[in-house]
């Protein structure tokens, strides 16, 4: 009995420790509390360009994990993918407004929707304003299932016009 009541003695911190950890775990893989280093992400794009949906210009950042499944616009994204999204108001990006992320998440986290962690945060990344599993943000990605919710295909279709635009510019100067 008495060895019982040791055991439950026990197992009340252990108990608490991994109820507390949970939430801990979650955001272990959201590995920064700030999204300061946003901009020291590897920047896709060469110049800003139109955004499909929102009244805005915006640039296309990855981490080193997410930089070949979006330019290969591949259907898995690996755990640990980072992209962010900045939403300037003009091409010569005077207002940055905000910034939205994504980042996959280990299985389990969303499984009916990618796993994919959203959020929001101002232009220096350090206040999140939004985070989490965003119903708005997922119903609409979810256009972009195919490619693991992200919009790759069309982004990276602009991004080729881009290239080519500048490598013709590049012939001109040569002539
Ligand atoms: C109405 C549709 C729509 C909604 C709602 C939406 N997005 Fe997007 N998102 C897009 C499209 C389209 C792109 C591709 C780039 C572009 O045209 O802006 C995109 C691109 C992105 C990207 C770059 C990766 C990619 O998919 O190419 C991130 C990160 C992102 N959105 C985050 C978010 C977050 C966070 C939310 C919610 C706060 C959100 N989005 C809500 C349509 C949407």
Redesign the pocket.
């Given at each position: 009995m008495k060895n019982i009541f040791k055991f439950c003695l026990f197992l009340v911190p252990v108990l608490f420790i991994s109820c507390a950890l949970q939430p801990e775990e979650e955001r272990a893989l959201v590995s920064e509390k700030s999204f300061e280093n946003w901009s020291k992400k590897i920047k896709l794009n060469l110049e800003v360009f139109e955004?499909?949906?929102?009244d805005?210009f915006?640039d296309?950042y990855v981490n080193k994990l997410a930089k070949e499944a979006?330019e290969e616009r591949l259907s898995i994204f690996p755990v640990g993918s980072e992209?962010?999204?900045p939403l300037y108001n003009n091409t010569k990006k005077e207002n940055l407004a905000r910034v939205?992320?994504?980042i996959k998440m280990k299985e389990g986290y969303d499984s009916k929707n990618g796993d994919w962690w959203?959020?929001?945060t101002d232009r220096t990344g350090k206040e999140l304003w939004?985070e989490g599993r965003?119903q708005?943000?997922i119903?609409?990605?979810a256009?972009?299932k195919e490619t693991d919710?992200?919009?790759?295909e069309?982004?990276m279709e602009e991004i080729k016009v881009q290239k080519e635009l500048r490598e013709e510019e590049v012939h001109i100067f040569e002539y």
């Amino acid at each position: 009995m008495k060895n019982i009541f040791k055991f439950c003695l026990f197992l009340v911190p252990v108990l608490f420790i991994s109820c507390a950890l949970q939430p801990e775990e979650e955001r272990a893989l959201v590995s920064e509390k700030s999204f300061e280093n946003w901009s020291k992400k590897i920047k896709l794009n060469l110049e800003v360009f139109e955004s499909e949906t929102h009244d805005a210009f915006v640039d296309i950042y990855v981490n080193k994990l997410a930089k070949e499944a979006y330019e290969e616009r591949l259907s898995i994204f690996p755990v640990g993918s980072e992209v962010y999204k900045p939403l300037y108001n003009n091409t010569k990006k005077e207002n940055l407004a905000r910034v939205v992320i994504m980042i996959k998440m280990k299985e389990g986290y969303d499984s009916k929707n990618g796993d994919w962690w959203y959020g929001v945060t101002d232009r220096t990344g350090k206040e999140l304003w939004h985070e989490g599993r965003i119903q708005h943000c997922i119903d609409c990605h979810a256009l972009a299932k195919e490619t693991d919710y992200m919009f790759s295909e069309s982004v990276m279709e602009e991004i080729k016009v881009q290239k080519e635009l500048r490598e013709e510019e590049v012939h001109i100067f040569e002539y």
